[in-house]
């Protein structure tokens, strides 16, 4: 695999801070770049979680909401079309549309052991917490005959004990990724458990 580190440090022009993109524009970007519903259901799963977050924990405007949820809506954006040049592609359409950098540091810093840019402020962290857990959660929901229904979160922990169940989640980077927020991670596994299980 192509080395995904990004060799830079700053992301977006300042004098974009505070220009969004309609949650719609975002959808149909998706659309375009990501054929693949599990993978567009993966990101907008991330992208519940995210608006939810910002709105219940940080106590966030709709404005604010909105940078959450697009960092979410759009963090694997260029993975199916640019595996091996993922995130940069998706962080140079965001820089083309004069998207806020918030946004696009968000998305450059979601994996700081592929990307090399470290996750600064609670958006960036939340993110990278998010996005392998969001992930692993609905990976133990599907195996599930009653799926989310009853899911609870010892038992999610138990699947990350046991290394073969969704092998290519790396543990190490939930434990990173926890690492830096002041959270725990079975709170983190509840908040997703109850905020994307009707995302469809
Ligand atoms: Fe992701």
Same mark, same amino acid.
């Given at each position: 695999?192509?080395?995904?580190?990004?060799?830079?440090?700053?992301?977006?022009?300042?004098?974009?801070?505070?220009?969004?993109?309609?949650?719609?524009?975002?959808?149909?970007?998706?659309?375009?770049?990501?054929?693949?519903?599990r993978l567009r259901l993966h990101m907008k799963?991330?992208?519940?979680?995210?608006?939810?977050?910002?709105?219940?924990?940080?106590?966030? &405007?709709?404005?604010?909401?909105?940078?959450? +949820? /697009?960092? =979410?809506?759009? #963090?694997? @954006?260029?993975?199916?079309?640019?595996?091996?040049?993922?995130?940069?592609?998706?962080?140079?359409?965001?820089?083309?549309?004069?998207?806020?950098?918030?946004?696009?540091?968000?998305?450059?810093?979601?994996?700081?052991?592929?990307?090399?840019?470290?996750?600064?402020?609670?958006? &960036?962290?939340?993110?990278?917490?998010?996005? +392998? /857990?969001? =992930?692993?959660? #609905?990976? @133990?929901?599907?195996?599930?005959?009653?799926?989310?229904?009853?899911?609870?979160?010892?038992?999610?922990?138990?699947?990350?004990?046991?290394?073969?169940?969704?092998?290519?989640?790396?543990?190490?980077?939930?434990?990173?990724?926890?690492?830096?927020?002041?959270?725990?991670?079975? &709170?983190?596994?509840?908040?997703?458990?109850?905020?994307?299980?009707?995302?469809?």
């Amino acid at each position: 695999m192509a080395s995904h580190q990004l060799n830079r440090t700053a992301f977006g022009d300042p004098k974009n801070a505070g220009n969004l993109m309609p949650i719609e524009e975002a959808h149909a970007l998706l659309n375009e770049w990501v054929p693949n519903e599990r993978l567009r259901l993966h990101m907008k799963q991330v992208a519940a979680v995210m608006k939810a977050w910002a709105i219940e924990k940080e106590n966030a &405007d709709e404005q604010t909401a909105l940078k959450w +949820e /697009l960092a =979410g809506l759009l #963090h694997d @954006a260029d993975w199916e079309k640019f595996p091996d040049d993922h995130c940069r592609i998706i962080i140079e359409e965001l820089e083309k549309r004069n998207i806020d950098p918030d946004v696009i540091h968000c998305i450059a810093s979601h994996g700081p052991g592929y990307f090399g840019v470290e996750p600064v402020n609670t958006m &960036d962290k939340m993110l990278y917490a998010f996005d +392998e /857990l969001s =992930g692993f959660v #609905h990976a @133990a929901a599907l195996i599930r005959p009653t799926r989310y229904e009853g899911l609870e979160v010892k038992s999610v922990l138990k699947r990350l004990k046991t290394p073969s169940f969704a092998a290519q989640v790396n543990r190490n980077d939930i434990q990173d990724a926890i690492s830096r927020i002041d959270q725990s991670l079975e &709170d983190i596994i509840l908040f997703i458990i109850d905020h994307q299980k009707d995302v469809s």
